[in-house]
């Protein structure tokens, strides 16, 4: 089996290889960088399970970075690693598309176990996310593939499933949901988002998809 192959943007150098030798020790395959200008061109020609990124760095810093990757359509998770911890920072992160948030100064250990929780979500082809053991989601596509029977999803099914999976057992507000599924320049509604709900409801058992009442939904990991 092929290593799982994580690139790190980190400028400060010796907690960069720090990261780097404990990662692969772990046995992961590692590239890092300090610049993040450097760092865009890699991650536009490269591909990678998972992207570790600091925020304060040469060149253009890790939000602009993830926001430059995102818009290029590199669909890869993101964790920032990085000492800047204002509720507006996290805010931005999560907004910008990461999958997670560590402040510094954090354990090498903690880093290790959320990513493998991250990975656990993926496959080997990060386009591919395990629902269950005969349930996937292929997020190129947007098709859902259930017990051998393949479901095509509207674009706006396919996104509102994929905030769902990467984000199981939270309560997801309407507003976060509507930040992450309908574009810019789309004005998003309550009944069009309970039709979505419902159409998603129908391919997964009873409850899997709860209302909260006044606060959202929340995705119960099969």
């Not at 990662?23 to 061109?41: F, K, R």
């Not at 395990?130 to 099914?157: A, M, P, Q, T, Y």
Request: with cysteine; aromatic share 10%; charged share 30%.
């Amino acid at each position: 089996m092929s290593k799982r192959r994580i690139f790190l943007l980190e400028d400060d150098l010796n907690l960069n290889e720090t990261v780097v030798d404990f990662l692969e020790e772990a046995g992961y395959s590692v590239e890092s960088q300090i610049d993040g200008l450097e760092a865009e061109s890699i991650l536009y020609e490269k591909k990678f399970d998972l992207i570790l990124l600091d925020v304060n760095v040469l060149g253009i810093n890790g939000f602009e970075l993830l926001e430059s990757i995102r818009e290029f359509g590199v669909k890869t998770p993101v964790v920032f690693i990085t000492a800047r911890d204002s509720l507006d920072d996290i805010e931005r992160g999560f907004k910008y598309g990461a999958e997670d948030y560590i402040k510094k100064p954090f354990s090498l250990k903690e880093l290790q176990i959320r990513i493998e929780a991250i990975l656990k979500r993926y496959n080997k082809d990060s386009s591919i996310i395990e629902i269950s053991s005969d349930c996937h989601f292929n997020r190129d596509s947007g098709e859902l593939i259930s017990k051998g029977v393949v479901h095509k999803l509207s674009n706006k099914e396919a996104k509102l499933l994929e905030l769902f999976v990467l984000h199981p057992n939270e309560i997801l507000s309407h507003e976060q949901i509507f930040n992450e599924v309908w574009d810019y320049n789309e004005t998003p509604s309550d009944s069009s988002l309970r039709t979505y709900i419902k159409n998603l409801r129908k391919l997964f058992p009873k409850d899997s998809i709860e209302s909260i009442k006044k606060r959202g939904y929340r995705y119960i990991a099969q």
